[in-house]
């Protein structure tokens, strides 16, 4: 008795819906980059105001202690850290996104079959220009959780301590790297389908 696992009989995707994904993820990875600060800063801390924790207030912050910290919160700042967890997401490493197994659909057969022979050369550039670009955005993003001030120290929100040239913004600008390959990548496949 002969067992083939089901994928073997999954329909491979066709050229069209490659390129339709590829246009997907390029005008994803814009919406990113025009949402970038809502995607990479978080408000969700709040910090005890340090008046709160001079000498002369510690009988009452032992007080509010004992009853489970039920003090008055309104006097709480908010606070903020940058995340890398939505721009990770976007560009495929951590196994979601749009971006998810994107060069295995720009190096398929059927697609590249689609190209002129004159824009061979050219696509393949971009291609791996593309592949650079997001490796450069993947190794940033990473360090970016680990290393940039702003994703370990909370800081102000709208006052962001870290400097410009933070592992974020490093990512940032490979990231439009990569979408300005994408988007030659798309005028290439998109012109040959018109």
């Known amino acids: 008795m002969l067992i083939v696992p089901l994928t073997a ?3 491979a995707p066709t050229a069209e819906e490659d390129i339709g994904f590829i246009q997907e993820a390029s005008s994803t990875l814009t919406i990113l ?29 032992l007080e509010k202690a004992s009853t489970f910290a039920l003090f008055d919160k309104s006097t709480s700042v908010v606070s903020c850290k940058t995340t890398n967890k939505t721009v990770r997401d976007y560009i495929g490493v951590t196994g979601k996104g749009p971006l998810v197994n994107i060069e295995k659909r720009m190096l398929r057969k059927s697609v590249v079959d ?4 004159d824009d061979l050369e050219l696509y393949f550039t971009q291609v791996e220009n593309f ?18 001030f702003d994703s370990i120290v909370n800081f102000e929100k709208g006052n962001p301590k870290g400097g410009s040239d933070s592992n974020l913004n490093q990512a940032k600008s490979a990231i439009q790297d990569a979408n300005h390959n994408l988007e030659e990548i798309v005028s290439l496949l998109t012109t040959i389908a018109k």
């Not at 025009?34 to 801390?45: G, L, P, Q, S, Y």
């Not at 592949?131 to 940039?148: E, F, K, L, M």
């Open 131 to 148: 592949q650079r670009a997001i490796s450069r955005a993947s190794t940033a993003t990473y360090a970016a959780g680990v290393a940039d």
């Open 33 to 61: 980059l025009e949402n970038w600060e809502k995607a990479t800063v978080e408000c969700i801390f709040a910090d005890i105001p340090r008046e709160l924790l001079e000498q002369k207030n510690k009988q009452e912050l």
């Open 9 to 11: 009989f999954a329909k």
């Open 114 to 117: 689609t190209l002129d022979v």
